[in-house]
């Protein structure tokens, strides 16, 4: 049998592996960086979240919405500011849906979009595409924007390009500006 001395000392000895093994747990759990283990990284001192598979819905009105999707977002925690990676938005409105995706984009305080880098699109028939240096910004709230850095807008075998277009879809027109050219091939009856 033992004595008290030893299981005094197999006490200790547990208690001692006992001890050992939470720091090594602690320090995996600290040191380790696995994308898998949270969705998102954080600098707090910049008051950035990072996040992977960005997924936000902006609702605008009743008939109005805008769905941003991108790979990877870094969010401002103070102004609820997004840059993103890989974007694809949504914007469904009353009468018409644009979709597009951009190489990067920012959502800025609820109310504007900006996108950049080789834009591409679609509304209903029609196609739009930007440059490499392409840059888009929209204000949800005025329902205003311009695309800077060349642009391409198709329908069917027409299209209009331009340096820049500024657009209103609340009060439905397209200003194109500098160097605009037009490719029109009427309909054949």
Same mark, same amino acid.
């Given at each position: ?59 605008? *009105? /009743?008939? &109005? #919405? ?9 969010? @401002?925690? %103070? ?44 509304? *209903? /028939?029609? &196609? #739009? ?9 929209? @204000?949800? %709230? ?48």
């Amino acid at each position: 049998m033992l004595g008290v001395k030893g299981k005094l000392r197999i006490y200790n000895v547990l208690l001692f592996l006992s001890l050992l093994i939470f720091l090594i747990v602690i320090m995996v759990v600290f040191i380790r960086e696995d994308k898998d283990m949270v969705p998102y990284r954080s600098d707090l001192l910049k008051n950035i979240v990072k996040l992977n598979e960005v997924d936000l819905i902006y609702i605008i *009105d /009743n008939n &109005t #919405f805008v769905k941003l999707k991108a790979k990877t977002g870094d969010v @401002d925690i %103070i102004d609820y500011n997004i840059d993103m990676e890989h974007v694809d938005v949504l914007y469904t409105g009353k009468d018409f849906v644009i979709n597009a995706q951009a190489e990067r984009g920012e959502y800025l305080s609820q109310r504007f979009l900006k996108a950049y880098d080789n834009i591409t699109g679609h509304m *209903d /028939n029609m &196609t #739009f595409k930007t440059g490499s240096e392409g840059f888009l910004e929209y @204000d949800y %709230i005025e329902g205003r924007g311009e695309v800077k850095n060349g642009v391409t807008i198709t329908q069917d075998n027409n299209s209009i390009s331009s340096k820049s277009m500024a657009f209103d879809i609340k009060n439905n027109f397209i200003i194109f500006k500098d160097n605009v050219t037009v490719d029109y091939i009427p309909a054949q009856e």
